[in-house]
Each structure stands twice: as structure tokens, then as C-alpha cells.
């Protein structure tokens, strides 16, 4: 029999028609549990690749006021919650971009999870991002220059101090790179990076690398930390740490656009994120992520994690979850999913 501190039996997945909280959504079914999940109206098509078995209500829990969200949960009688909702680093909201993410990664997400708390519901899991991770590692530097990883940060703590242990356990998933796909929904790469990539007679990048995990092991995470994650615990997630070069190489071609890697210098870095910086300047905005920093400093940096301390003390094996996934399965399946035409099946051997 797995070994489970706490058996999830009914869960509410906020968030669970986009690409983490629908594989959640599967897994949690998988294991026996009554499924639940809210959805913004025709936001997308649920047809029939979304499971019937989840309980599908409709609405914008970040609109919804407090009270109004503690009797939806109520109803319900959930004994388990999962947060995959908020913006990432992607965004470049209007200045000052602190405001911006404040407002949803932090006051949101408390209303939220206040809102689970008084409904009753004792255990939370929520995703967070391994920046957060950095951030302890680099002695909150990351989040002095940061707006982004500022406020996933106090999100972090925010939740924490909203928790009680036995009573509101709150477990903080810290997430990398994150490949694989889901129907309905591209995956992020091809605007993030292959369409930006494909235009260029290179991938110019810098050369530091990163931790990167298959969303099906992300979900096994989720529910091994609502079966044994501990109040407060932080849990950086990763199946391996890998070399940007070596990623996009690999991405790009898998979508049929075969590249080379130059790496990127870090005066080239520092000249190129300050331009953007005035770009967005101009535009009267701000990214999460301090460009300059970013592409002169951070990129440039080995940003790899222990990818057995989370397993150890989550208890996966005693869960039963053996298997790790390859995450150049998961780079395959996003390139198979946004390029179908020009898609080829490059044997992670042969990167």
C-alpha cells in the first residue's frame, strides 16, 4: 500500500483546464479522487478531451470576492487544494511590474487560499517558481532585483503565514522548465523561443544551464506533497539540469528548424537586455524579470537542483512513482504538438 501521511479523497484544482492543473486533474482521478476544477467562461473549448470525470464549475476566482469563493469550496466538502493560477515570468504588464504580479501572485492567491482555509479544506499545494529557490541560494538577491521573484517570494511567505500546520497545511511547489503537452493548448515554446529562434541563422544564448522536469512528474509532486508535504516546505522540483545550449539545440530540432548554438557573451548579454529594458520603457512597461541581470548575469548561471532531495522527503517511491520521465520526451511531445508538419523525431541519443 503507498504511504500517504494524508489521503486526498476530494481535491479542487484552481486552475485545472491549463497545462499543469489538467495533467493534475488526470493524476488525481487516476488515484481515486473525486475531482473538482473552476474554469473561465469561454475560455476554452472542454470538449471531449477534457475528463468527464472532473466536476467543472465556471467562473474568475480572481473577480470573485472572498465569501463568495469560501461557500463554492464549502459546498463542495474538499479536503484538498491545488493553486495553478497566477501570471509567470513571461508577462510584461505596465509599470511598475511589481504592482502587477503583488496584486495577482500575492493578494489573490492569499484571498484565494484564505477563502480554502475557511471553507474548511486542510491541505493546499500551491506553484510556485524555482527563482523562489535561487533566491535562498543567492541570499535574496534575486529578489532585490527582480519584481517577479520578489513576489514569488512573499507569496511564498504570504501562504505560510496564512497556513497552520494540521489545520491548513500549505506546501509550496517550486517549478522549473516544465515540458510536455495537453490538447487544446500550444505548448509556450513555440512563441517563446522557436519562432524567435527559426528567424535567426543561429541561437545566440548564453551558456549557463537550467533545471527542467516532465510535467507528468510535476503532477506526482503535487500529489505526493498533498499526501506527505509538510506545512511550509518549499520543494524544488527537477529530473534534470541541463545546458541551454544543449535545449534549444534539441528543440529546434525536433520542430524541424535544426540550428546552431553560439554561446552568448556576457557584454553581449548586458547590451541586449538593456535595449530591451528601453523598449519597454518606451512602451510604458516592465518585465517581471530584470532584463539586464537576466541576460548578463542569471542566464549565465549553473541554475541546477538536487533532483533526488524532493523525492526523499515526499516519499515518491513509497507512493510508487518510479518512473522518471524524460524531458526530451517532453521537448518531443510540445514540438510534435506546435509543429506537426515539420516535426522529427530526434532520438535524445543523437543531441
Not at 91 to 109: I, K, M, N
Request: glycine residues 8%; charged residues 20%.
Amino acid at each position: 500500500m503507498p504511504f500517504m501521511l494524508h489521503q486526498p479523497n476530494n481535491v479542487f484544482i484552481a486552475g485545472g483546464t491549463g497545462f499543469i492543473g489538467y495533467h493534475a486533474s488526470v493524476l488525481f482521478l487516476k488515484q481515486g479522487c473525486i475531482v473538482s476544477t473552476i474554469a473561465l467562461p469561454g475560455e476554452i473549448d472542454l470538449g471531449n478531451w477534457y475528463p468527464k470525470k472532473v466536476v467543472t464549475h465556471f467562473g474568475n476566482l480572481f473577480e470573485m470576492g472572498e465569501d463568495e469563493i469560501a461557500k463554492l469550496l464549502k459546498r463542495g466538502n474538499y479536503d484538498t487544494f491545488v493553486y495553478c493560477l497566477g501570471p509567470d515570468d513571461r508577462e510584461t504588464p505596465g509599470f511598475p511590474a511589481y504592482a502587477f504580479f503583488y496584486s495577482r501572485l500575492v493578494v489573490q492567491c492569499v484571498k484565494i487560499c484564505r477563502a480554502a482555509k475557511s471553507a474548511g479544506i486542510k491541505r493546499c499545494v500551491v506553484l510556485n517558481s524555482y527563482f523562489a529557490c535561487f533566491d535562498r541560494l543567492f541570499n535574496g538577491k534575486l529578489s532585490q532585483k527582480h519584481p517577479y521573484i520578489r513576489c514569488r517570494v512573499e507569496q511564498a511567505e504570504a501562504l505560510t503565514e496564512l497556513g497552520e500546520k494540521g489545520k491548513f497545511d500549505v506546501m509550496i511547489m517550486e517549478l522549473p522548465y516544465v515540458f510536455g503537452a495537453m490538447p487544446e493548448r500550444f505548448p509556450i515554446w513555440k512563441k517563446l523561443f522557436v519562432e524567435k529562434f527559426r528567424k535567426m541563422p543561429f541561437i545566440i544564448f548564453p551558456g549557463g544551464s537550467t533545471a527542467a522536469v516532465h510535467v507528468q512528474n510535476v503532477v506526482e509532486a503535487i500529489f505526493a506533497a498533498a499526501c506527505n508535504g509538510k506545512h511550509g516546505g518549499c520543494y524544488p522540483i527537477c529530473s534534470a539540469n541541463i545546458k541551454y545550449s544543449n535545449m534549444f539545440v534539441y528543440m529546434m530540432a525536433c520542430a524541424g528548424f535544426p540550428k546552431k548554438h553560439l554561446r552568448m557573451p556576457r557584454w553581449v548579454g548586458y547590451f541586449s537586455g538593456f535595449l530591451i529594458e528601453i523598449t519597454h520603457r518606451i512602451s510604458k512597461r516592465q518585465s517581471g524579470l530584470n532584463m539586464i541581470n537576466l541576460m548578463s548575469f542569471l542566464l549565465h548561471q549553473d541554475l541546477e537542483i538536487d533532483t533526488e532531495w524532493a523525492k526523499k522527503e515526499l516519499r515518491y517511491t513509497e507512493l510508487g512513482f518510479n518512473n522518471e520521465i524524460s524531458i526530451w520526451l517532453g521537448i518531443r511531445e510540445a514540438m510534435k504538438q506546435s509543429y506537426p508538419e515539420t516535426y522529427r523525431h530526434i532520438c535524445e541519443t543523437d543531441n
